[in-house]
């Protein structure tokens, strides 16, 4: 099958190569998928440039574990069931975030961690949701506890994860004030954010408003700037902030961990928890109360120039790779 793997970290253009590769083999409890779209996310360009370096504790310090295949979200059909699988069968349209192996043609996945596609979802649409959606639900659902009329800040909403985290506020009935540059004005407010602040031209630190919870996507304002506008009982979530190659994002949720103890309002880091959601968001897939914003979609050859444009940082939701357009 053919793959985008990478045997050293480093630029993109210089380390991804497509190449053809041995097909998983699937174990009891596991399932082999046909990938058709997969998505890209900050967590894949972490990978191939091996920052921040604690991270290579886990995947190698010089150089990656083996071979390794990029790729953390994917859609595909079910080609082969292993023995103890019950809920998919072959030909199943299914959805999930794997870590690693996206890029490619076939992936073998835990059964327990795919999800079913809406048959009213694209491939394309459903392979940009696991990642970014199932963190802006973490951090307003589990960690912000987001109630109906809470006011509701999103710093970076036109990010993969912010667009999710827009829409997945207004489900839950909250009013939402959408963080983004002056191009991105119109389509933060089209997917239903009731107030859009256009960083070009005003800094939200200093404003009046004050927000029962804060999920910071980008990081680029102190905590103790957030704070201003927080209620004295508000939730402060960051997904990270910074690309030191030490701690790289993980510096702004250390220091809201360190300093929550200290201060009356609630600072918490929130980090992705793989395919604990996919049912629920699928259900608002379904409802038609989410809609992927995709900005960009490329061919499985063309994945070190999605990740060049991934780490440019500008991009609008989600970038995606057709992985079935290469065939």
Same mark, same amino acid.
């Given at each position: 099958?053919?793959?985008?793997?990478?045997? #050293?970290?480093?630029?993109?253009?210089?380390? *991804? #190569?497509?190449?053809?590769?041995? $097909?998983?083999?699937?174990?009891?409890?596991?399932?082999?998928?046909?990938?058709?779209?997969?998505? %890209?996310?900050?967590?894949?360009?972490?990978?191939?440039?091996?920052?921040?370096?604690?991270?290579?504790?886990?995947?190698?310090?010089?150089?990656?574990?083996?071979?390794?295949?990029?790729?953390?979200?994917?859609?595909?059909?079910?080609?082969?069931?292993? $023995?103890?699988?019950?809920?998919?069968?072959?030909?199943?349209?299914?959805?999930?975030?794997?870590?690693?192996?996206?890029?490619?043609?076939?992936?073998?996945?835990?059964?327990?961690?795919?999800?079913?596609?809406?048959?009213?979802?694209?491939?394309?649409?459903?392979?940009?949701?696991?990642?970014?959606?199932?963190? %802006?639900?973490?951090?307003?659902?589990?960690?912000?506890?987001?109630?109906?009329?809470?006011?509701?800040?999103?710093?970076?909403?036109?990010?993969?994860?912010?667009?999710?985290?827009?829409?997945?506020?207004?489900?839950?009935?909250?009013?939402?004030?959408?963080?983004?540059?002056?191009?991105?004005?119109?389509?933060?407010?089209?997917?239903?954010?009731?107030?859009?602040?256009?960083?070009?031209? #005003?800094?939200?630190?200093?404003?009046?408003?004050?927000?029962?919870?804060?999920?910071?996507?980008?990081?680029?304002?102190?905590?103790?700037?957030?704070?201003?506008?927080?209620?004295? $009982?508000?939730?402060?979530?960051?997904?990270?902030?910074?690309?030191?190659?030490?701690?790289?994002?993980?510096?702004?949720?250390?220091? %809201?961990? *360190? +300093?929550?103890?200290?201060?009356?309002?609630?600072?918490?880091?929130?980090?992705?928890?793989?395919?604990?959601?996919?049912?629920? *968001?699928?259900?608002?897939?379904? %409802?038609?109360?989410?809609?992927?914003?995709?900005?960009? +979609?490329?061919?499985?050859?063309?994945?070190?120039?999605?990740?060049?444009?991934?780490?440019?940082?500008?991009?609008?939701?989600?970038?995606?790779?057709?992985?079935?357009?290469?065939?």
């Amino acid at each position: 099958m053919k793959a985008i793997v990478y045997d #050293e970290y480093g630029a993109p253009d210089d380390v *991804l #190569e497509l190449r053809e590769i041995n $097909k998983p083999l699937i174990g009891d409890g596991e399932v082999l998928v046909r990938i058709r779209a997969a998505s %890209a996310n900050p967590y894949d360009w972490h990978m191939v440039r091996g920052l921040p370096y604690p991270m290579r504790v886990m995947t190698g310090l010089r150089t990656p574990k083996g071979t390794t295949v990029l790729g953390s979200d994917m859609a595909g059909q079910v080609e082969e069931v292993g $023995k103890g699988v019950t809920r998919f069968r072959t030909g199943d349209a299914v959805y999930s975030e794997v870590g690693s192996g996206g890029f490619a043609e076939y992936v073998s996945v835990s059964g327990d961690s795919l999800a079913l596609k809406p048959a009213s979802v694209s491939f394309e649409h459903a392979a940009a949701v696991p990642m970014a959606a199932e963190s %802006a639900l973490l951090g307003l659902r589990d960690k912000g506890n987001v109630q109906p009329g809470q006011k509701v800040l999103i710093n970076g909403a036109s990010g993969g994860v912010g667009t999710f985290a827009v829409q997945i506020a207004k489900h839950f009935g909250a009013e939402v004030t959408g963080v983004c540059s002056t191009k991105n004005v119109e389509l933060v407010r089209s997917i239903g954010a009731d107030h859009v602040v256009d960083y070009n031209e #005003e800094d939200f630190t200093q404003g009046d408003q004050r927000y029962d919870l804060i999920l910071d996507a980008v990081g680029n304002h102190s905590i103790s700037e957030c704070r201003r506008v927080m209620a004295p $009982k508000g939730t402060y979530g960051t997904f990270g902030g910074g690309n030191g190659r030490w701690l790289g994002p993980a510096s702004q949720q250390l220091k %809201a961990a *360190l +300093t929550s103890p200290f201060v009356g309002q609630k600072l918490v880091p929130v980090n992705d928890k793989p395919n604990q959601d996919l049912d629920f *968001l699928s259900g608002l897939l379904e %409802a038609g109360e989410i809609t992927p914003v995709i900005d960009r +979609t490329y061919r499985l050859s063309e994945v070190p120039d999605a990740m060049r444009y991934l780490e440019e940082g500008h991009v609008r939701g989600k970038i995606v790779i057709a992985v079935a357009d290469d065939e």
